[in-house]
């Protein structure tokens, strides 16, 4: 081999190394590992818990009253306004990781999974094709907060040096990085970016926990934006496409808006893993069990593996 040739070879090694050591792209919806959600473990778990169910309850109840038109119950007025949630994003590492490795995002690349998060609920996400599901910009973003709970500035991303807490387990309401490092969860939507959670990629809470110690989202450095979008529905009180079913069982399906995922223009789905390739897969024919006006489906229609809220590595897009 020449000495040309030897440089060269050294000089592409070394450019392999670099890129195999970045982390993924927020924008991909591809395959990042196993995404295994702690949300359906805590969620069957806590709802033998009478203070959790009440509030769970509760809160399903409001949100069905409402869409039926209750006079009791009155929402906001729908006037355009964009609402905007303030994040705070707790980086939680190793001592001897430096920014910009593993789990230590730099704040560039963080910024860079908050618009991927922003374009995916303003059904912007910048995908060749065009939304399957017809999904609307639904007039909610997320930014990074600007002012610390003493009211001084801030740039919304805190970094904590933890070999202990930056290796997260679930403990029933969540993992105890949450409220080791939360800020006050009343003003703030918490993120906690960790090195690795015991047996998931992620997890969160849904929206009736909201001031709660254990509210926040937690993510697994090795995740990808479709991950962070996932945890973040939840966080708005989104359940998977496939809640009430199961490998090889389909959710009932006879009141769209009181079972499954609770989403009518969510279509029944058996819990499932697939790629791309499987657009067109239909594992559930219960899509005009409800015959009601309330379902929106006017045929038996493919399983959402597009949708964000599936376990699909094909995820891009919300109804």
């Known amino acids: 081999?020449?000495?040309?040739?030897?440089?060269?070879?050294?000089?592409?090694?070394?450019?392999?190394?670099?890129?195999?050591?970045?982390?993924?792209?927020?924008?991909?919806?591809?395959?990042?590992?196993?995404?295994?959600?702690?949300?359906?473990?805590?969620?069957?778990?806590?709802?033998?818990?009478?203070?959790?169910?009440?509030?769970?309850?509760?809160?399903?109840?409001?949100?069905?009253?409402?869409?039926?038109?209750?006079?009791?119950?009155?929402?906001?007025?729908?006037?355009?306004?964009?609402?905007?949630?303030?994040?705070?994003?707790?980086?939680?590492?190793?001592?001897?990781?430096?920014?910009g490795v593993s789990e230590n995002f730099t704040d560039e690349l963080l910024q860079a999974y908050l618009d991927y998060v922003n374009a995916s609920f303003r059904n912007d996400t910048g995908i060749g094709y065009g939304n399957p599901y017809a999904g609307v910009d639904v007039g909610i973003q997320f930014c990074l907060a600007q002012r610390d709970p003493d009211g001084k500035p801030t740039t919304g991303i805190i970094r904590y040096a933890d070999d202990v807490l930056t290796n997260d387990a679930v403990e029933i309401w969540s993992g105890p990085v949450v409220p080791a490092y939360q800020w006050d969860p009343k003003r703030y939507m918490n993120v906690f970016l960790v090195y690795n959670i015991t047996g998931f990629g992620g997890y969160a809470n849904l929206a009736f926990v909201h001031g709660e110690p254990y509210d926040g989202i937690v993510l697994s450095h090795w995740m990808y934006g479709s991950t962070w979008v996932h945890e973040f529905g939840h966080y708005l009180n989104l359940y998977h496409v496939f809640e009430g079913g199961d490998y090889g069982i389909c959710p009932p399906n006879d009141y769209c808006d009181q079972q499954g995922d609770l989403v009518c223009d969510t279509p029944p789905t058996q819990k499932h893993r697939e790629y791309c390739d499987q657009v067109g897969l239909n594992t559930c024919t219960n899509d005009l069990a409800d015959t009601r006006n309330e379902n929106v489906l006017y045929f038996d229609t493919q399983d959402p593996i597009q949708n964000f809220m599936s376990y699909d590595y094909c995820r891009s897009h919300f109804t």
């Open 1 to 99: 081999m020449s000495i040309r040739k030897f440089v060269l070879f050294c000089i592409w090694a070394l450019l392999c190394n670099v890129l195999s050591a970045q982390e993924p792209a927020p924008w991909s919806s591809t395959f990042s590992g196993e995404h295994n959600c702690g949300f359906d473990d805590m969620h069957k778990q806590n709802m033998f818990n009478s203070y959790y169910q009440n509030m769970h309850d509760d809160m399903e109840q409001k949100i069905y009253m409402r869409g039926t038109g209750d006079a009791s119950i009155v929402p906001k007025p729908d006037n355009g306004e964009t609402l905007t949630i303030p994040v705070v994003i707790h980086v939680v590492h190793r001592h001897d990781t430096p920014i």
